[in-house]
Nanobody
Framework: VQLQASGGGLVQAGGSLRLSCAAS????????MGWYRQAPGNQRELVAR???????NYADSVKGRFTISRDNAKNTGYLQMNSLKPEDTAVYYC????????????WGQGTQVTVSS
């Protein structure tokens, strides 16, 4: 199982970015997909996650600005980030709990998001 993240970049404060995370390989299902971020000197933190029924939860710092979604037919998750702030600057990682012959969490490579003031 592989997760391929894309969509990071440099944006001015107030701007928007959309991250994508595509899962590939052989698996039965994906229980949840989520996005985490890690800024220099900080621990990795949960940004948002969505389970296979569509239920979502968000970090308080991004509520109302970020929207997580998934396309089950494409095994792809998305994070729409609006009204970006400099404090959103971090490496963003996608993660998914994937069911094969066992259930495990997989991580994608990080994608840098930089928000300039």
């Amino acid at each position: 199982v592989q997760l391929q993240a894309s969509g990071g970049g440099l944006v001015q404060a107030g701007g928007s970015l959309r991250l994508s995370c595509a899962a590939s390989g052989h698996f039965f299902s994906i229980n949840f997909m989520g996005w985490y971020r890690q800024a220099p000197g900080n621990q990795r933190e949960l940004v948002a996650r969505v389970n296979n029924s569509g239920s979502t939860n968000y970090a308080d710092s991004v509520k109302g600005r970020f929207t997580i979604s998934r396309d089950n037919a494409k095994n792809t998750g998305y994070l729409q980030m609006n009204s970006l702030k400099p404090e959103d600057t971090a490496v963003y990682y996608c993660a998914a709990e994937v069911v094969t012959t066992f259930t495990a969490r997989y991580w994608g490579q990080g994608t840098q998001v930089t928000v300039s003031s």
